[in-house]
T-cell receptor, first 113, second 119 residues
Framework: AQKVTQAQTEISVVEKEDVTLDCVYE???????LFWYKQPPSGELVFLIR??????QNEISGRYSWNFQKSTSSFNFTITASQVVDSAVYFC??????????FGKGTMLLVSP | NAGVTQTPKFRVLKTGQSMTLLCAQD?????MYWYRQDPGMGLRLIHY???????AKGEVPDGYNVSRLKKQNFLLGLESAAPSQTSVYFC??????????????????FGPGTRLTVL
């Protein structure tokens, strides 16, 4: 069975601080995919990144970066120089087996000015 | 393109009433999903469909039924609503998962959500 753990329920930072959101996953499949989604206060879910199990390269997109480590089954997300607009709930998700995603419970990030 | 749309946006039901939530996508996606989101629980999959005419159970299917009569629409039904079904419901779609014979997960595109309250 698949499982995604986001141990941080809520994180509060002050603008311009760096923040890392943790994601630990469990799966017995050798081929799997990991995702991050953002849910701002408006409620919609926004896709941020997809990573497959064969690609352990870290990725950077502007202020966002992702660190994938198969050895520790982790796919952590870092926001550099956080901004108020980054305030949202962030979900990590795992896809393995047939076509469905397993989501973590989410981490609420509050960035204050 | 409208993407994924959901109807209605809000609804209040009394216990025992029935209703249908409609999800529509205009991206020609094969796969469609229904999730519910509850505080502290993340998103949990109710039912999903891998193509027109197909449906399958997810993690929390009890009390719900679905139908996928047309590729672009995925309906979620509550036959006899219960207060435990108070939640925010999200529909999502994705392009076909199979690529070159190997399962390939493509990102899911989500609708804006339906907030349902059952009294």
């Amino acid at each position: 069975a698949q499982k995604v753990t986001q141990a941080q329920t809520e994180i509060s930072v002050v603008e311009k601080e760096d923040v890392t959101l943790d994601c630990v996953y469990e799966t017995r499949d050798t081929t799997y995919y990991l995702f991050w989604y953002k849910q701002p206060p408006s409620g919609e879910l926004v896709f941020l990144i997809r990573r497959n199990s064969f690609d352990e390269q870290n990725e950077i997109s502007g202020r966002y970066s992702w660190n994938f480590q198969k050895s520790t089954s982790s796919f952590n997300f870092t926001i550099t120089a956080s901004q108020v607009v980054d305030s949202a709930v962030y979900f990590c998700a795992l896809g393995s087996g047939y076509s469905t995603l397993t989501f973590g419970k989410g981490t609420m990030l509050l960035v204050s000015p | 393109n409208a993407g994924v749309t959901q109807t209605p946006k809000f609804r209040v039901l009394k216990t025992g009433q029935s209703m249908t939530l409609l999800c529509a996508q205009d991206m020609n996606h094969e796969y469609m999903y229904w999730y519910r989101q509850d505080p502290g629980m993340g998103l949990r999959l109710i039912h999903y469909s891998v193509g027109e005419g197909t449906t399958a159970k997810g993690e929390v299917p009890d009390g719900y039924n679905v139908s996928r009569l047309k590729k672009q629409n995925f309906l979620l039904g509550l036959e006899s609503a219960a207060p435990s079904q108070t939640s925010v419901y999200f529909c999502a779609s994705s392009i076909e998962g199979l690529a070159g014979g190997d399962l390939s997960y493509n990102e899911q595109f989500f609708g804006p959500g339906t907030r349902l309250t059952v009294l």
